[in-house]
Structure formats: structure tokens, C-alpha cells
């Protein structure tokens, strides 16, 4: 497969990083069956509900005449699995994710790799190769002291959330299992809260709580102290009830992060014993960056050009 430090491809032609003893590589297959058993009991997913639901939300996009999107089965998934298979929650789904570019212009703009790899080369997100013991995607922010706002904006960095979230979006396992965030706020300056405005907090919390068609199942903040406090009341006034009881606060306990997820799939400095380690970030942007073409035609659809939407 090659080695941590260059790309390779399988015999599917998807691009892999070989970490050792795991691999980092998007899996648009077909979910095992315990999975399926989980859509079934948690998201309402059986043959009879998702093909009625399947041709409801069809007709309903179809009826947005002012709307660009696919309409074959794998999109329409993609929106009905997090919404429980509600057509008309989905197509609301839908909508405010289209809804972001209008709203936030340039923060949502352009979502491809060429815009956004020098995020990944700032070492500032990590995407686990191993899912953790419910079979959820583990993304890994780092937003103390290892960001350097001068080279990364704000809004870069969330650019680059966008991004590795749209990569999970089109994985069958991550639509029915979901993800799970661990922000590490380590060393964060004093400083670096001046960046944080309540209005990038509400498009923030707006993206996460009603946009993404990927289940966040938990947010689990590692390495704060008190300087977080001050940028968490930035955030509080967001943060619905839903997400709030999804949140969870770890200072430099790892024993008490891998008490949520098996520290057989986290790196020892999060208190894991996985035996890999991460490859550069330029390498994990390069990876993306071999799906350009998936991710410039997911960039192409939306609101056709000069529609407004209602306030």
C-alpha cells in the first residue's frame, strides 16, 4: 500500500494513507449489518419506509425549481438518514445547508481542497483512521496554542471543518453511526479569543446544529482551563439543549475521555494505545485533495445562480 509518508491507491483506485497497523481511507461501501440494525431501530430505516421516503423527498426537490441537486438514491440518503427518514425534516435539512453560502458568504464558499490545504499543513485537523467502538468518525481540532491565527484564519479553519465533515457526509457508516469531535485546546492564549465573535459563533453553531447530514454524537473539549471559559460564554448562547447535553469537558484527565471512546482507537496523547501515529498534515490534505472532482461537483450544487432566499 506504501508507507506514512506518500499516497497510494487500492484496486478501487481510492487513495489510501498506510499507517502501519491502520489505514486512513473514505468508505463509500455499504454499511455492515449490525449497522443496518442500527439505521433500523434508530432512524426508522427499513425497505418500506425509505423507499416511501425516498420518492416523497424526490418530488419535493424536484417542486424547489430554484434548487441544483441530484436526486438519486445516494444523495437522497445522504439528508433522509439524519433527519429519521422525515422527508419534509430532510428537505428542510437541505435547505439550510444550501442556505449557509447565502448567509456567510465567503466562510462557505468554494468547499475544495486547493482552498483549504493549508489547514491541514498547519496540522490543525486530524481524521482518526480507526472509527471508535459505536463505529463513529473521529475528528480531531486542535485550536489553542498550535493554531497561529496569522497563518490560518478563523474562518480557514472552519472552512477546513467543512470540508473533512462533507468527506464523512458521503461515508454510509458515518450517516448511520455519526462522529464525534475532540477539541484540543491546549496552551490557548489569551489572545486567541479576540477571533472569536458571537457572530462566528452563530454560524458556527448554525453549521453544526442545522446543516450537517453527519449524527454528532459527542464533542469532547480536552485540555482547557480557565482561559476556555471565557471563549465557551462566547458560545453558550448558541448552543441548544440537544448539543449542550453532547458536550463534554476533559482538562487533562484522557482517562476520562476514554471512558466515551476506546482508547484502542486514540493516539497516546489523548490516553490512547493505538499503536500508529498521524501522518503530516500535508499528507491528509493531499489525500483530499485526490478527491477534488467529488468535492468541486458536491461545490456545484445549491440555489441556482441569482436566487435570493427569504429572510
Known amino acids: 500500500m506504501g508507507n506514512p509518508k506518500s499516497l497510494s491507491y487500492d484496486s478501487n483506485n481510492m487513495a489510501v494513507i498506510d499507517l502501519g497497523s491502520a489505514i486512513i481511507r473514505m468508505e463509500p461501501e455499504e454499511p455492515p449489518q449490525w449497522a443496518l440494525e442500527i439505521a433500523r431501530k434508530e432512524l426508522r430505516e427499513t425497505p418500506e419506509i425509505a423507499e416511501e421516503a425516498k420518492k416523497k423527498l424526490k418530488e419535493l426537490i424536484e417542486a424547489e425549481t430554484e434548487l441544483n441537486l441530484p436526486t438519486d438514491d445516494f444523495y437522497l440518503k445522504m439528508f433522509l438518514r439524519p433527519t429519521h427518514y422525515y422527508p419534509e425534516s430532510a428537505l428542510k435539512r437541505i435547505k439550510h445547508f444550501y442556505n449557509m453560502l447565502q448567509k456567510y458568504g465567503e466562510a462557505c464558499r468554494d468547499i475544495v481542497p486547493s482552498k483549504v490545504q493549508h489547514v491541514f499543513e498547519a496540522e490543525l485537523l486530524s481524521l482518526l483512521p480507526n472509527r471508535d467502538q459505536h463505529g463513529r468518525r473521529i475528528l480531531i481540532l486542535q485550536a489553542g496554542k ?75 473539549i480536552v485540555n482547557n482551563s480557565y482561559i476556555f471559559n471565557i471563549l465557551f460564554n462566547i458560545f453558550k448562547p448558541f448552543i441548544r439543549e440537544k448539543l449542550r447535553k453532547r458536550i463534554f469537558f476533559h482538562g487533562k484527565d484522557m482517562k476520562s475521555l476514554t471512558k466515551h471512546i476506546d482508547a484502542a482507537v486514540l493516539p497516546a496523547k489523548y490516553g490512547g494505545s493505538a499503536t500508529w501515529e498521524m501522518p503530516p498534515g500535508k499528507l491528509l490534505g493531499e489525500f483530499f485533495t485526490s478527491y477534488t472532482p467529488d468535492f468541486e461537483k458536491a461545490a456545484s450544487y445549491g440555489w441556482k445562480d441569482g436566487y435570493k432566499i427569504k429572510k
Not at 473533512?164 to 458521503?170: C, F, P
Not at 461515508?171 to 462522529?179: D, K, N, W
Not at 486567541?192 to 459527542?218: G, S, W
Open 146 to 220: 498550535k493554531w497561529k491565527p496569522s497563518e490560518v484564519s478563523l474562518v480557514d479553519m472552519f472552512r477546513g471543518i467543512q470540508l473533512t465533515v462533507l468527506g464523512s457526509m458521503v461515508e454510509p457508516l458515518s450517516q448511520i453511526c455519526g462522529a464525534v469531535v475532540i477539541i484540543d485546546v491546549e496552551g490557548l492564549p489569551m489572545g486567541h479569543i479576540m477571533h472569536f465573535t458571537p457572530n462566528f459563533a452563530a454560524m458556527l453553531l448554525d453549521y453544526v446544529q442545522e446543516c450537517i447530514c453527519v449524527r454528532l454524537k459527542a464533542v469532547h
